[in-house]
């Protein structure tokens, strides 16, 4: 069993930056692709951006350009950096771990609880 847990989350202006870590355990960290999903108040989880085994990432437009993923395969972690934070933005933010070459929520295996991200005026 997979077990995520992000961190990082907080209260930022907009305009600002924050990082969130997701630390994976429980499984061989390489062969696991680690998805980015947020969910804002009244609205469904979307798709932010996943790191790929083969250490690519990719993005949903809305992020691409400002948010950057990275992957420290010696420390099991996956991070979400968040530059040029929008109000927007504000959500729950969750990471996944799925071995399907796919982002569909449906293909990640487990899930983190999530960590919050508030972006304010």
């Known amino acids: 069993q997979v077990r995520l847990v992000e961190s990082g989350g907080g209260l930022v202006q907009a305009g600002g930056s924050l990082r969130l870590s997701c630390a994976v355990s429980?499984?061989?960290?390489?062969?696991?692709?680690i998805g980015w999903y947020r969910q804002a108040p009244g609205k469904e989880r979307s798709y932010v951006g996943i790191?790929?085994?083969?250490?690519?990432?990719s993005y949903t437009n809305s992020v691409r350009g400002r948010f950057t993923i990275s992957r420290d395969n010696a420390r099991n972690t996956v991070y979400l950096q968040m530059n040029s934070l929008r109000i927007s933005d504000t959500a729950v933010y969750y990471c996944?771990?799925?071995?399907?070459?796919?982002?569909?929520?449906?293909?990640?295996?487990?899930w983190g609880q999530g960590t919050q991200v508030t972006v304010s005026s």
């Open positions: 996944a771990a799925g071995n399907q070459l796919s982002t569909r929520p449906d293909s990640f295996d487990s």
């Open positions: 429980g499984h061989t960290f390489s062969s696991v692709h």
């Open positions: 790191a790929w085994t083969d250490g690519t990432s």
